[in-house]
């Protein structure tokens, strides 16, 4: 038994020799089709022969929970386009190590569908690991010039080229400050408008107690790892990550508003107004606190509302909730930040082996009736309208489209904001959260990110993961005191030293050239 | 075949003889006359270059600027800077001395207590008890640090925790404890031990599970109490398992739990509770810097490894063996 | 034997100290069962302690019923007895040369060992290398990497140590070759290691996570390991790839996870309690000195 399984040992060591010798070369010169426009010639002088074969494509999309392979959409998709495709995918934790090595090794996939992440994107394309699709959309993705607005195409430009399709996201406030009316009333006052009376109802929730939870609760609680609270940023003139200060985009620390804004919340943190186990508070913690009555107010984005008013109603039947308008702070400012950007990215690695054929999948999906039933499904099956808007049909909806959007490679831009919204209409109390924050209130609550289009800034993407975390560390430390406000310039001439000025340098050598 | 094993008889059993045997005939023909040892060492060996060795390369990116698409090969040599790098930053020294800290008190503290415990499950006549107090310390160790972490949190809330509710009632004031740098290092201290000790002491059950029982029967006749009997026969039988698990414990003294500490710690504990791991994290998060987080890894080795060397060879002296 | 007020104060503090430490370590399964079984908003709203709220079945029989579930399942079953079994043969026959400390190159054998537990290659160079042996995507790359675990390879090598040398001079005086001494004598008598390194590899390939995640791509081939960490690490929110609002709807809610934690890990729990009874003393009397 031992001997048998020398044998098949030895076997294994033989390979280990021709590893040894050529395991650490790099691999980029294994990509059959490093130049995708030869074999684009011959491939469509094929075409116009005549129907042939259509190969089986190799997609690789991140982590979802269902297979992707016998998903309906899957089913559907390849009735419809007549391509058979064989779905991998990514793991959930380390998607980007593994993608790293997946790209790095050559792994012949015909098309990348990854979150929205364009530094790794940009950083694919620099390194000439993608194919230039812009001959091929041009040839064969009228659909893609079609449906993706030329702003979309253009903030995925790398060097001038395009080499990924972009899943534009609906632009959209997400997160908002939820605030238990119930206890508004028993406290005798209005939802607040400013800073100010924000402040206020705070106190008055710590005096008077509406919950009755004595010192087990406080009014006003976030999460360790957002000290940067949607809404009360606004409030600061913070309300996107990067503010137009004078022409030029400065990060919060640089941001005029911000010794307000640490003061503000630190004040709030020393009068026993937020929560003073704040920095401990992971996501869960804090619904766990607001459910369970020990806290008058959140930051809570709309897509938790049902979770969160099942939980509450449930412990207490009278609880209402509701989100906060955009607040006015000292100087007037408000705003809620919105999201922007890419859902996903999809790009053909120069290893694929039908770059075409990928593109022509592209194509085929974008048209105006399969990217609707790829989108929401059937109507009268999936979903239903009424007067254009969009209602789902349940459980059909959920069982068979949930996951739909991770199909999606470009999106009907014109479209699928209406589409969408039956996504939202799952559940109309999510819906009516959503509706207030992105209908009810006035636009000029809304601010758009500045950098929602901007390009894959490589200094940007190298340093802003540690860049954020240095800033959030900072802002918890002064909330609690630990560091004094006062200590601003010193925190800033770390930042700058970190990373800050950089970035802050490239970051403005692009917005001079988008800024009219 | 014969001769072989008269040879064998003649001079080649125990450990004298073998010593004698080996000094006059040459260590080469001494290896021959052994060589079926040899052969069983070869599936093993086989395994520890293909899957271990061959890809031992991989350490010199820690002295490269490694790019994943230029490869080895393609990556340009910086030396000794990704070190520079870490030992000459400014959170070095805390991070270093609350490394050694968390580490040696996980040691000191937490490495005696899986001994005691299957020391005392030992003195445990009832078999059910016995099996089921067993199966029971070792399921901490299943769940992840996030479900744990999560569970103490809610346990250790300044706010309607448990343990905080038992000290007020004691009269104390309540205690944020994931908050304060007086206690975060306890608190990672402990929680690992209770996440860790059951399983840990999975090894030394085994163990004493080894000893003969006939060394107990012959005490118990010398009219020897059971503590005298757990403190002269159990505890040496199981020494060597001790020295063994103390010397590799050594190799990782540098890893103060970085998974752990990552899931419990916040900004207001960085002072006490940022160790190596979580700083190098905390850092080049999202940086994806292979060559920094390689360098890292192997200014940790080699300390371990200077430690497990050391351990070995002071195992050696004490107790006459070692894991070589 | 008569019990002495010593024994009886030893008893008593034993069995105080036990129930102490079982209770306490018993509190983080339970807390994640009852989570499992209980309803979605007592769940989020920490009402749930050591007992269920609202107790129900549906989440566990959601996840258990899954397909993805179900086939992760399986293959994590197949792996982890394929490779246990080839585990044990491997390391038990690595072990016995490298205790016989007498052997001329046997200690310098032994560090060889003992550096790859300090000194790895690294991610990359094992991906190509796995990538070479065409083992991508190929379950047996589940178990060949980690056939081998030095740990355990030491833990029975000190345990053939301290076996008595008398067993195998009778048997080499008797005429018996190396393997057969090792096959029909060691082995037998090394039940107690044996089976608590059968745990450690069986926890060990059952828990792996690293390895079916960096090595394998295809949907199909996904192991439970893989499942629930994709599931747990849902809830983060800091992954790397950065999250859509699509997505944040479509994340399962906590009942699912701790389900998903039930499900995944209690098969793996009742393999101690199978072994145990090997852990029993006194397996060496009579065969050694027979």
Redesign the interface.
Known sequence: ??ME?KKWLTS?LC??L??SV???GP?KGASPSADPSASMGASAAATTGGKEAKPQLHA?N??M??????YPVAKLIEEKTGYKVK????????????LN??M??G?SYDLVT????RS?YGDYAKKGALVDLGPLIEQYGPNIQDKLSQDSLDALKIDGKIYGIGNR?SA?A?YGLMIRTDWLEKVGMQAPATVDEFTQVLKAFKEKDPGGNGDKGYPFTITG?SPMVTDLMGAFNLANYWTDIDGKLVPPPLNPGFEGYLNYMAGLYKDGLLDKEFAVNK???M???F??GKIGVVSL?W?DIP??T???Q??FPDAKIAYLPALKGPDGKMGLGM?GGF??ISFIPKSSKHPEDAIKWINAKLDDDLFKEIAIGEEGKHYTVKDGAYSPILPAFNDER??A?NYLTGVDEKNYPIYWQA?VK?DMR?YEGFNYLNNVLPAEARLVDPLALAPSMPINSKNSAAMTQLLNDYMVKVFVGEEPVSGLPDFIKKFNATGGQENEVEINAWYATVKK | MNTE?QV??ESG???IG??RA?KREG??R??WR?R???L??V???I??FL?????????V?AFQDFN?FDG?RGSEWVGLEHFQKLLHSEEFATVFTNTLLISVYKIVILFPIPIL?AL??N??RLMI?K??????????H???W???SG?FV?ILSPSGGLVNQLIEALGGKPVNFFMSNDYFRSLVVFTAG?KEV?WNA??F??????????QYESA?IDGA???RRMIHITLPGIL??IA?MFI?RL?SVLDAGTEQILTMYNPVVYNTGDVIGTYVYRVGL?KMD?SFS?AV??FN?VV??IL?VAGNFISRKLLN?G?? | ?KR?A??WL??T???F???A??L??????L??FSKAVSE???I????VGIFPVGFQLDTLREVVTS??FSHAFLLSVGVTIVGTA?SI??TA??A???S?R????I???????????????????????M???HL?NNLWVLV??G??GV?N???IK??Y??LP?ALE?SA??D?A???TI?FRIILPLSM??I??IA??YA?GYW?DYFGP??YI????KQTLQ?YL??????????????????????M???GIRSAT?IAS?VP??VV??FL?KY???????GS?KG
């Open positions: 038994m031992a399984n294994l390979a280990s021709a590893v050529s395991a650490c691999s690789l991140i982590w929970k269902d297979d992707y392979n016998t779905y991998d995918m990514l793991p959930q934790d380390k998607a980007n190590d593994k090595l997946l790095a090794s792994e990854i979150g929205g992440d790794l996201s959209f997400s790892d996501d869960a913690t619904k766990e606190k459910t369970s984005g897509w979770t969160v099942d939980a509450l449930k412990n999201g859902d996903r949930n996951q959007n996504r799952k999510l | 094993v064998i008889t059993v125990g450990p073998r010593k080996r260590r080469w001494f290896a052994n079926d040892y040899y069983l060492l599936p093993g060996l395994f520890l899957f271990k060795y061959a890809p031992m390369y991989g350490i990116i994943i080895v415990i005392i499950l003195e445990v008890f099996r089921t107090i067993q199966t029971i310390v070792y399921l901490p299943f769940l992840s996030v479900i744990i569970l809610t209770w059951g999975i090894v059950i085994a163990a004493i599970a080894g000893i003969e029982q006939e118990a109490g059971r503590i060597p398992t063994l590799l190799g999202g292979y390689t890894g192997l080795s371990g490894f497990v063996r894991i070589w | 034997m002495t010593n024994d030893l008893d503090f034993a069995y100290f036990l129930i430490i079982g306490m370590m018993l509190l983080p399964l807390n994640v979605e908003w007592a989020v709203s920490g009402k397909s993805t080839l043969l491997f026959v690595t016995y040369p490298l016989k007498f052997l001329p190159g200690s310098f054998v032994m560090v060889l060992f003992v550096f790859t537990m300090l000194f790895s290659g690294g991610l990359i160079p094992n991906y190509m290398l990538r070479q042996l991508i060949l990497p056939l081998i740990f390879l030491l833990v000190s345990y140590e301290s040398e001079e080499r005086i005429g070759r190396t393997y090792l107690p290691v089976a608590t745990l450690f926890v828990n995640m960096i791509n295809d949907t199909t893989l960490q994709s599931v747990v690490m849902e809830a983060n929110t800091s992954t790397a790839l950065t999250k859509s609002v699509e997505d944040m709807m479509n399962s809610p906590e934690v890990t793996i729990l101690y309690p145990q852990f029993i003393k006194g397996v060496l009397i050694v």
